[in-house]
């Protein structure tokens, strides 16, 4: 007697920092092999994420499944990365002139409880994210490629949302408020 496999396309793309179980249900599983997101997800974790299908309106906080665009040299160009959005078209996001200064956005601090403490952001910066592009930092500040290591290229290191392929549906991610 043959089993007949359900009815499910599975798709498996090994990319950068991930691997990515695409069904045809609307969501993604990933497997995160970095340790750029820890503490939140920690390297070797399996998240489920909501595909986008292109119509991702951005939220500061959430966690996303991204393409690096083509231009990107920290990353591989159209590799899957996962990082936290925090800032969206019109926010300013500034940090740090000095080592105890706060990530700010719109001149708030942005309370981090999801960040280890001392975490360093390496690299002074101050952007107000263009049209239609968010801004995305990983949590484990340290050692994370993200958009401050980009911030030479097209977009000043923003995004576009179109890039956005899903976002993580965890609550255990935290929202930045």
């Known amino acids: 007697m043959i089993r007949r496999l359900p009815a499910v396309l599975i798709l498996v793309l090994l990319t950068a920092n991930c691997t990515v179980v695409d069904s045809a249900f609307g969501t993604l599983t990933i497997t995160w092999s970095s340790q750029s997101m820890e503490p939140?997800?920690?390297?070797?974790?399996?998240?489920?994420?909501?595909?986008?299908?292109?119509?991702?309106?951005?939220?500061?906080?959430d966690?996303?499944?991204?393409?690096a665009p083509e231009d990107w040299t920290a990353h591989r160009a159209g590799g899957t990365y996962l990082s936290r959005v925090i800032g969206v078209p019109g926010d300013r996001v500034a940090c740090c002139?000095?080592?105890s200064a706060a990530l700010q956005v719109n001149g708030v601090l942005v309370k981090e409880p999801f960040i280890t403490r001392g975490a360093a952001l390496?690299?002074?910066?101050?952007?107000?994210?263009?049209?239609?592009?968010?801004?995305?930092?990983?949590d484990n500040r340290d050692i994370a490629l993200d958009s401050r290591?980009?911030?030479?290229?097209?977009?000043?290191?923003?995004?576009?949302?179109?890039?956005?392929?899903?976002?993580?549906?965890?609550e255990d991610t935290h929202h930045v408020p």
Do not use: C, H
């Not at 966690?63 to 393409?67: K, L, T």
């Not at 390496?122 to 990983?138: G, K, L, Q």
């Not at 290591?149 to 965890?170: C, F, P």
């Open 149 to 170: 290591a980009e911030m030479d290229k097209a977009g000043g290191g923003t995004i576009e949302r179109s890039a956005v392929l899903a976002v993580v549906e965890d």
């Open 97 to 99: 002139d000095n080592p």
């Open 40 to 61: 939140t997800i920690k390297q070797g974790t399996k998240v489920s994420a909501r595909r986008t299908e292109g119509g991702y309106t951005p939220r500061r906080g």
């Open 63 to 67: 966690i996303i499944v991204y393409r």
């Open 122 to 138: 390496a690299r002074w910066f101050d952007i107000t994210v263009p049209p239609d592009r968010i801004w995305v930092m990983s």
